[in-house]
């Protein structure tokens, strides 16, 4: 097969799917890992694709769920600094809500010597978390969900109305000015639901990538949070348009020695 047609399947592939692996792509078109690397370095200067490691990804569809294990491995200095910031929101004594995303293990890592309640759905923070003696753990169960290594489905909803929290730093798909906060996927969107009406004070971690765009499932509207803590400056439509809201804007800036945060 001709490299030009090759990475043209690749195209059609990623469109549909989203996301792929190197592993995958290399059996399924009977060339060397390294083949595939140089495709799809090529496509991301292209403007394509998102490199990580392993694999490759894109943000564009609604029903775009990007599979852990390329998640894990991208912008991971955006939310190490996006968990610091959280660190500084969290206070010993709280009960807190993490849910199934990435940044939220991140936020696990940076809250491990701190004198809390964790309640999660994920299984990554379960393990991380799991013998610290200076934190109360409390699992979420439901349906396992090995794609995203967490517990999703009505049974987690149910579960979380035994708890009240008092702050929950949840992840998204998507933010769009129009269309509110979104998710991929409907179960993902119930839980996250269900922490609104059971959280004092609601957090969404949001890296860059994620402003600006909609995805299949309406979480919820602007006014129901407290903050967006998120790893770069947002544009002054942003800025205006959370103050009107009354949502604070917290910025994590990996590549500044100081956080900072304002309110709008």
């Given at each position: 097969?001709?490299?030009?047609t090759r990475?043209s ?5 990623i469109l ?6 190197v592993t995958?792509?290399a ?18 200067g ?23 294990s ?5 912008f ?8 610091n910031r ?7 004594g709280?009960?807190?809500?993490l849910?199934?995303s990435?940044t939220a293990?991140?936020?696990?890592k ?5 004198r809390l ?6 299984l990554?923070v379960?393990?991380e978390?799991?013998?610290?003696p200076n ?5 979420i169960g439901?349906n396992?969900t090995?794609?995203?290594k ?9 579960s979380?109305t ?14 769009s000015?129009e ?8 179960s993902v969107?119930?839980v996250?639901?269900s922490?609104?009406?059971r959280?004092k004070e609601v ?5 860059f990538s994620k ?11 602007f006014?129901?949070i ?6 770069r400056?947002l544009?002054i439509?942003w ?11 917290y910025?994590?800036?990996s590549?500044q020695?100081?956080?900072k945060?304002w309110?709008?």
């Amino acid at each position: 097969m001709l490299a030009i047609t090759r990475k043209s399947e690749i195209r059609d592939l990623i469109l549909e799917k989203k996301s792929v692996t190197v592993t995958e792509l290399a059996k399924l078109f009977s060339v060397t890992e390294e083949t595939i690397r140089r495709d799809l370095k090529q496509m991301e200067g292209e403007g394509f694709l998102i490199r990580t490691y392993g694999g490759a990804f894109i943000q564009d569809g609604v029903e775009n769920n990007v599979d852990l294990s390329l998640r894990e491995t991208t912008f991971i200095k955006s939310k190490q600094a996006i968990a610091n910031r959280c660190r500084q929101i969290i206070h010993n004594g709280d009960s807190i809500f993490l849910d199934s995303s990435t940044t939220a293990l991140a936020i696990a890592k940076a809250v491990s010597d701190m004198r809390l309640t964790v309640v999660t759905n994920s299984l990554l923070v379960v393990n991380e978390l799991c013998e610290i003696p200076n934190i109360h753990l409390v699992c979420i169960g439901g349906n396992y969900t090995p794609r995203d290594k967490a517990f999703h489905g009505l049974s987690t909803s149910a579960s979380l109305t035994t708890y009240y929290l008092d702050k929950t730093f949840m992840s998204c798909r998507s933010l769009s000015m129009e269309h509110g906060i979104t998710d991929s996927l409907e179960s993902v969107a119930a839980v996250r639901q269900s922490l609104i009406e059971r959280s004092k004070e609601v957090y969404v971690v949001a890296d860059f990538s994620k402003f600006d765009k909609t995805s299949f499932i309406h979480i919820t509207d602007f006014e129901h949070i407290t903050g967006i803590i998120t790893d770069r400056k947002l544009s002054i439509q942003w800025l205006d348009f959370l103050a009107k809201h009354n949502v604070e804007i917290y910025e994590a800036r990996s590549d500044q020695p100081e956080n900072k945060s304002w309110n709008p």
